[in-house]
């Protein structure tokens, strides 16, 4: 069982930033994907950006150019920066993981982009 924990959510003014940070229990290196998805009221939930064990990176369209994933294996942690936030990027944000066919979130972490 892969445990996530989420840290680092917030409320920030338009344009602001904010770094979410996500501890694995189990060396990343080991899953074949870790990222982020988020889920905003009355919406679906989503995919942010996520890496996968060779470092291929994607990202979904609104956060090309704004959000960077990036990854530490000997902390066993992957981060979400975010950049430029506006209202529509309000949220929860989930980390998320999976290994051969199963799949684990972290808790979540609230993300406001204040108007």
């Known amino acids: 069982q892969v445990q996530l924990e989420e840290s680092g959510g917030g409320t920030v003014q338009p344009g602001g930033s904010l770094k979410l940070s996500c501890r694995s229990s189990?060396?990343?290196?080991?899953?074949?994907?870790v990222g982020w998805y988020r889920k905003a009221p009355g919406k679906e939930r989503e995919l942010v950006a996520d890496?996968?064990?060779?470092?291929?990176?994607q990202y979904t369209d609104s956060a090309k150019g704004r959000f960077t994933i990036s990854r530490d294996g000997a902390k066993k942690e992957v981060y979400l920066q975010m950049n430029s936030l506006n209202p529509e990027d309000t949220a929860v944000y989930y980390c998320?993981?999976?290994?051969?066919?199963?799949?684990?979130w972290g808790q979540g972490t609230q993300v406001t982009g204040s108007s």
């Open positions: 998320h993981a999976n290994r051969l066919t199963r799949q684990y």
């Open positions: 189990e060396n990343i290196f080991f899953l074949n994907t």
């Open positions: 890496i996968n064990v060779g470092g291929k990176i």
